[in-house]
């Protein structure tokens, strides 16, 4: 089996009367990241662990933060791209494995239709995308709830 593993991470500040999406999913929040795009953490770093197991560079360098044309782009829209050029260099997921870390908003509510959005653009059951949220348990800038972080593994298997 021809098997790729990626990883990545993002992290975005939050502040008061922004939007929050978070995995494609607009949640409810007295606080929002502040960011370009959209700003969904969650997205980002599954996109950045996706395009680091086949060797290409970052969304940074991708979907450039100086180019108008990702100003307030759906990051599930950027997934959708992602992908689509991954399935056409012959790539299938195996798995995803998420966590999100933040004090506010509450991710556990809506952590199932997260899931549900990112299985359906991966082309996977929902039971190949694995989905935690913890607090930063009161520490640093994360435990005053200054910003949101997370982190994603991916298994791809190149079908050739
Ligand atoms: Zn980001």
Redesign the pocket.
Known sequence: MNLRIGHGV?I?RLEAGRKCVIGGVEIESPVGPV?H?D?D?LV?ALMDAILGAQGEPDIGVKFPNNDNKYSGASSILLLELVWKEALKRGYVLVNADMSVVCEVPKINPSSAAMKENLARVLNVASDRIGLKATTAEKLGSLGRGEGIFASATVLLEKKD
């Open positions: 993002d975005h960011a795009s700003g953490v980002h």
